[in-house]
């Protein structure tokens, strides 16, 4: 029996991806479990695997192709067997199929193509997909007047989200608000790959305030031209938006600033980097850094920890997210249970995860189950900052640059020290200000006094 | 592999039941000498004699009377009714007293008969020889209701009501007498009461019945060259109805479409739906659960318009897209 192998839905629900590339050829032999390509969605690459053992056939789509979930990308045939009947060379059979099928189904006009430059500046201001809205100019184009008579049908705000039941009950399980979710089915129906999607960024992707703002720089720099340039939200910068905004308005933020002496930490990982073996990559104090927050987690197990309905979940492990910068977004992949590794080892670790959050590389559970983050901008100059605790965490700690400063050693003569400011956000509603005191005390002396962690 | 048509298997049950039980006789209207109006027991006249296969007048009050009174006596009679439409002559029969009679003396008597009788369109019989009817009798506790969709389904299936001790309303389709399939030579038995998943999918539940299978099957055919998926399910006993077998593939897959050929109102289908919606699916559907039936219409005489008055190949490709894109 041929195997299909089909585009999947991975935890991330997405309408399509896009491949990446085969990893294996047309008529290769391959062994259940083996990548076969690399798919990307909007947030991550993954690799589809082969779903059953055997030869690689009637691939039908290519790199650059962008496929729907759930839609036959190829099959994995017997020794000897044929494709099956009804398969036929993608060109031969899916294309005009799905024009076909367009014209059937879908008497609206194609965005773009049929709708006027004004309807379709209008149509993105309001926020109407002009698919969904009959044209009545010439040749069906779709007119500013179609738009507002389209928004003039539509049911005015009752309060009541419209959404299937399965969405629904995905929203109950996740604690996500349907309000905030935009739904694509008919009306604005949310459907549940869409609360799905909804409920996975909620809980994987949040985190630090300050975002880079393209949109504001592009508005401002058009604006002097006389026009403003407006660029959609992509789905991270929406979640971004979303979960950043739920946790300033749930959270009560109260935040402890503490200027550390780093000379021991840095002496530290200098010493580290001095003896470490020439096939061991170099160590960073980001990891040093990283394994001293751990440290200081064990002794403060609620600051490790997730606010849940009516209770705090404390976490057995640190794991401990560190934000990445990206073009345009951010994302926050999680160093499980950092507490049980070395600096070594956590050196490797956050240099992988950064590199490949770049490349749109991580999997799905590198963004999950996080219990703790570090935000650190020191390396692009701030010197201190506050950051949005990345929910249903309680707490992140953002770190500034490390400054030389004169300070006065025992017999009140100046000193020259490497000061870096650290300041930790917490919620309010979960830890009181004497918890947050006591965890900044302890990651001072253990930062000024790293040997405390061989204890 | 040995085929049968659903004709061929109908009559491979009567006659092998017939052969095991000297109790089983066959009464219905030229049925005997001339083999039946589409010939489901031909030959078996000639076998049985005219003891065992009764011709009647033209009364289906009588022919589902006499089959009432003979079960009642320890004989299983198998009666045939020449078109579904006439059945509505033998409602009191059946309404009143062959489902009510188990339950009225506490269980001292029961009617073990079946009922055989082809409903369906397509033959351009019109409207009083074209009747899907099997909902009147899912009305009716008391009354067993089967609908089979292929000739191995129909053998073991026939071969299972005649065994059972409660009326069996045996709904056959005229347009399936014909079709061939798979039919093993030895007595087997498909259960009641125990739905079918005919094709297995990802995307949509399709839950049909009788002719309705093989065009949703088609239609499966069709929309997975689109890479789309149909999970195709037949009850095959639409009461006492098999309802896990639906509900988790709803669960599954998260829409459902029901077909059927009996008008829409009042149809069976109003019963899957409902039934599907009151269960743990609930939570699990991510669309509104439709239904593609007949339209409410007595079936029209005129060929083009029969062939659009219930569901063809076409219309379940459309519709399963259309679900499965959401545009509902």
């Not at chain 1, 539509?154 to 959404?163: D, I, L």
């Not at chain 1, 999680?334 to 590794?341: I, L, N, Q, R």
């Not at chain 2, 005997?32 to 489901?40: K, L, R, T």
């Not at chain 2, 033998?90 to 009922?115: D, H, N």
Request: glycine residues 8%; negative net charge; hydrophobic residues 45%.
């Amino acid at each position: 029996m041929a195997k299909e192998v089909i585009m999947p839905k991975f935890g991330f629900t997405q309408e399509d991806s896009q491949i990446v590339e085969w990893l294996v050829k047309e008529g290769d032999t391959v062994e259940a479990g083996d990548p076969l390509l690399e798919v990307t969605t909007d947030k991550v690459n993954m690799e589809v695997e082969a779903p059953a053992s055997g030869i690689l056939a009637g691939i039908r789509a290519v790199a650059g192709d962008t496929v729907p979930v759930t839609q036959i990308i190829a099959y994995i045939l017997a020794p000897g067997e044929a494709l099956p009947a009804y398969d036929a060379p993608p060109s031969a059979v899916s294309a005009p199929a799905t024009t076909a099928n367009a014209e059937e189904t879908a008497p609206a006009s194609p965005a773009g193509v049929g709708t006027t430059s004004v309807a379709a500046r209008f149509a993105a201001a309001m926020g109407v997909d002009t698919s969904q809205v009959p044209g009545t100019g010439p040749g069906g184009r779709v007119t500013k007047q179609d738009i507002e008579d389209f928004l003039a049908r539509q049911p005015q705000p009752s309060g009541k989200v419209r959404a299937t039941p399965a969405a629904r009950r995905i929203a109950r399980e996740t604690g996500l608000d349907l309000a905030d979710v935009k739904g694509s089915g008919p009306r604005g129906r949310v459907q549940a790959h869409e609360a799905a999607a909804a409920a996975t960024a909620m809980t994987a992707f949040p985190t630090a305030a300050p975002i880079a703002t393209p949109i504001i720089e592009s508005s401002a720099a058009a604006s002097s031209r006389g026009e403003l340039v407006r660029v959609p939200f992509t789905n991270m910068r929406r979640t971004i938006a979303r979960t950043l905004q739920r946790s300033m308005q749930e959270a009560p933020h109260i935040t402890f600033q503490a200027d550390i002496d780093m000379t021991n930490l840095q002496a530290l990982v200098a010493r580290a980097n001095e003896l470490r073996p020439s096939d061991m990559e170099t160590v960073t104090l980001t990891a040093a850094l990283t394994r001293a927050v751990a440290w200081c987690l064990g002794r403060h197990p609620t600051i490790n920890s997730h606010i849940g309905d009516d209770e705090m979940i404390i976490w057995p492990v640190a794991n401990i997210g560190i934000a990445v910068a990206l073009e345009d977004g951010l994302l926050v992949p999680v160093v499980k249970d950092a507490g049980a590794k070395g600096i070594g080892q956590l050196s490797d670790e956050i240099r992988d995860l950064s590199r490949r959050a770049r490349q749109g590389k991580l999997r799905p559970d590198e963004l999950a189950d996080g219990t703790f983050s570090i935000s650190n901008l020191g390396m692009m100059g701030i010197d201190r900052f506050t950051a949005i605790i990345n929910p249903p965490q309680v707490a992140i700690l953002a770190v500034g640059r490390t400054t030389r400063m004169y300070l006065p050693d025992d017999q009140d003569q100046p000193v020259v020290r490497p000061i870096c400011t650290m300041t930790l956000s917490v919620d309010h509603r979960a830890i009181d200000g004497a918890t947050a005191a006591r965890f900044m005390a302890d990651l001072r002396r253990v930062v000024q006094a790293p040997e405390l962690m061989v204890l | 592999m040995r085929e049968l048509t659903y004709a061929e298997a109908l009559r491979e049950a009567l006659r092998q039941k017939m052969v095991a039980d000297e109790r089983i006789f066959l009464i219905g209207e030229d049925i005997g000498v001339y083999g039946g109006a589409f010939a489901v027991t031909a030959g078996l006249f000639k076998e049985f004699g005219a003891e065992r296969v009764i011709d009647t007048p033209i009364s289906e009050a009588a022919i589902a009377g006499a089959c009432i009174g003979a079960a009642l006596t320890g004989m299983l009679p198998v009666g045939e009714i020449q078109f579904m439409d006439f059945v509505t002559l033998s409602m009191e029969q059946l309404v009143l007293q062959a489902a009510k009679i188990r339950f009225m003396f506490g269980g001292k008597a029961t009617v073990p008969m079946v009922l055989r009788m082809p409903g369906g369109s397509g033959t351009g019989a019109a409207a009083q020889h074209s009747e899907s009817l099997e909902n009147w009798f899912v009305h009716v506790p008391g009354l067993k209701v089967v609908m089979p969709s292929s000739p191995y389904d129909a053998k073991g299936l026939l071969i299972s009501a005649i065994e059972d001790e409660n009326p069996v309303i045996f709904v056959e389709h005229k347009l399936l007498y014909r079709t061939k399939g798979h039919v093993p030579e030895e007595m087997y038995r498909v259960p009641l009461s125990q739905a079918n998943v005919v094709r297995e999918g990802r995307d949509l539940t399709v839950v049909a019945t009788s002719i309705m299978v093989s065009r949703a099957l088609e239609a499966a055919e069709r929309l997975a060259q689109e890479g789309i998926e149909l999970e195709i399910i037949d009850p095959r006993t639409l009461n006492p109805l098999d309802e896990k077998p639906i509900v988790e593939s709803v669960i599954k897959t998260g829409k459902a479409l029901v077909v059927h050929e009996a008008v829409k109102t009042g149809g069976f289908g109003g019963e899957l739906v409902s039934r599907i919606v009151e269960s743990e699916a609930f939570d699990y559907l991510d669309a509104p659960v439709r239904r593609l039936a007949g339209l409410d219409i007595p079936i029209p005489y005129n060929r083009n318009l029969e062939y659009h008055a219930v569901p063809q190949i076409e219309n379940i490709v459309e519709e399963a897209r259309k679900l499965h894109q959401g545009a509902y």
